[in-house]
């Protein structure tokens, strides 16, 4: 069965500083891989897709960047980190089917 | 005017009440609709599909009306434990995008 594992959990980062965020699919093949962010109370905004390797979408423009160097593997990057940047952020994954599923998300608040 | 559109609630029902919630989209190409929930910090999880003939899954009742362009859950029954906000969520055709609505809150109570 197909999984998908997004790491850390929660982060605490001070502004100005670096971000990487990890999320890696098994038990699929060349799925479309996708970043979105949640902020408190809000819905979900897409960032960033992907539909193969090293081709990504952005929707947003922001300090914020994305890369896929393995099929299953979908990074999300930022150099300088902004107040705004804090979120709740998602990576998912999607078939055929089109039917999206989600990692259990990492908490990002930049102080 | 947003692509997908949902009333936020929240819907605050008691215990064994039935509930629906509507979704409109803008986007007359869409072709593939769902259904997600989505506890507080946690993860959307995905509910149900939604097909074009109306679907059924226990206490769930999805419906899509593409004229009007809106899709339906129907929760009967409701449990504490439906407690939770419910994303609606089309694909367009042609798209590899899912466009999410805000979501509605239900909070079912003793």
């Known amino acids: 069965s197909q999984t998908i594992h997004q790491w850390p959990a929660t982060l605490v980062q001070p502004v100005g500083s670096p971000l990487s965020l990890e999320c890696t699919v098994e038990g699929t093949s060349n799925p479309n891989l996708y970043w979105y962010r949640q902020a408190a109370g809000r819905g979900l905004q897409l960032l960033f897709y992907s539909v193969g390797i090293g081709q990504i979408s952005s929707e947003v423009p922001q300090n914020l960047s994305a890369s896929r160097p393995q099929d299953r593997q979908f990074i999300l990057s930022s150099k300088k980190l902004l107040l705004s940047d804090s979120g709740f952020y998602l990576c998912a994954w999607s078939g055929p089917n089109e039917k999206l599923f989600f990692g259990s998300g990492t908490q990002l608040s930049v102080l | ?110």
């Open chain 2, 1 to 110: 005017r947003k692509e997908v559109e949902q009333d936020p609630g929240p819907f605050n029902v008691p215990e064994g009440a039935t509930v629906a919630f509507n979704c409109t989209y803008s986007n007359s190409a869409s072709q593939s609709f769902f259904w997600y929930r989505q506890d507080c910090r946690k993860e959307p999880k995905l509910l149900m599909s939604v097909y074009s003939s109306g679907n059924e899954d226990g206490r769930f009742t999805a419906q899509l009306n593409r004229a009007s362009q809106y899709i339906s859950l129907l929760i009967r029954d409701s449990k504490l434990s439906d407690s939770a906000t419910y994303l609606c969520v089309v694909v367009s055709g042609g798209s590899y995008i899912p466009t999410f609505g805000r979501g509605t809150s239900l909070i079912v109570h003793p």
